[in-house]
């Protein structure tokens, strides 16, 4: 059973910066993707970016790219969320998800496995 444990959340004020991590385990297949998603009180899930285990840079959603950064640690089964100039709107909570497939697919619905998400609250 795979499962997915992030961290890293917190609160930050409006310019600054968190990593976030998702630690993977239990995950058989060797290839796939892991992504990473939040979701605002009142607001539908919204992906951010992806990775794909095989290789490969990270895919971005318009609204996160140039300020957020998605890398992979194979040796540590890891997937972190580097987020910088970080604004109010950013403030959901934030969650990695994780699908066998290594097709890039944007919607939440296609990702089988998720973490429990972590808060990340930017004040202004």
């Known amino acids: 059973q795979v499962q997915l444990v992030e961290s890293g959340g917190g609160l930050v004020q409006a310019g600054g910066s968190l990593r976030l991590s998702c630690a993977v385990s239990?995950?058989?297949?060797?290839?796939?993707?892991t992504g990473w998603f939040r979701q605002a009180p009142g607001k539908e899930r919204e992906f951010l970016a992806l990775?794909?285990?095989?290789?490969?840079?990270?895919v971005y959603a318009n609204a996160v790219k140039g300020r957020f950064t998605i890398s992979r640690d194979t040796a540590k089964n890891t997937v972190d969320l580097q987020m910088n100039s970080l604004k109010p709107e950013d403030t959901a909570v934030y969650y990695c998800?994780?699908?066998?497939?290594?097709?890039?697919?944007?919607?939440?619905?296609?990702?089988?496995?998720w973490g429990q998400g972590t808060q990340v609250t930017v004040s202004s």
């Open positions: 990775i794909r285990w095989s290789g490969g840079g990270g």
């Open positions: 239990g995950r058989t297949f060797s290839g796939g993707k």
């Open positions: 998800a994780a699908d066998r497939s290594s097709v890039v697919i944007m919607a939440a619905a296609a990702y089988g496995y």
